[in-house]
């Protein structure tokens, strides 16, 4: 069973940047597709950012290249450097890891941007 434990949120001002990890413990991560996902309050959660074990790369479409994925497999964390904020950027961030049938979530890690 894994766990993951997201930290790097807060608030910042429009224009700037924030970098979230998330730590894995329980697995090592090298065979797991990790993701960033976000969600606002009455709304589903929204995919934002993909690695898969390859470190093959998607965004989302409102991405636009502000954000980058990363993973450090040796040390079973996954980054997400976010640039270039904006309001709307403005969620919980939670952190996912999959393989086969396998899902697992953190808790989430605030990000406000105003």
């Known amino acids: 069973h894994v766990q993951l434990v997201e930290s790097g949120g807060g608030s910042v001002q429009v224009g700037g940047s924030l970098r979230l990890s998330c730590v894995a413990s329980?697995?090592?991560?090298?065979?797991?597709?990790m993701g960033w996902f976000r969600q606002v309050p009455g709304k589903g959660r929204e995919a934002v950012a993909a690695?898969?074990?390859?470190?093959?790369?998607i965004y989302g479409d409102f991405v636009e290249g502000r954000f980058t994925i990363d993973r450090d497999n040796a040390r079973s964390t996954v980054f997400l450097q976010m640039n270039s904020l904006n309001s709307d950027d403005s969620a919980l961030y939670f952190c996912?890891?999959?393989?086969?049938?396998?899902?697992?979530w953190g808790q989430g890690t605030q990000v406000t941007v105003s």
């Open positions: 690695a898969d074990a390859d470190r093959r790369t």
């Open positions: 996912a890891g999959s393989w086969t049938l396998e899902k697992y």
């Open positions: 329980g697995d090592t991560i090298g065979r797991y597709c």
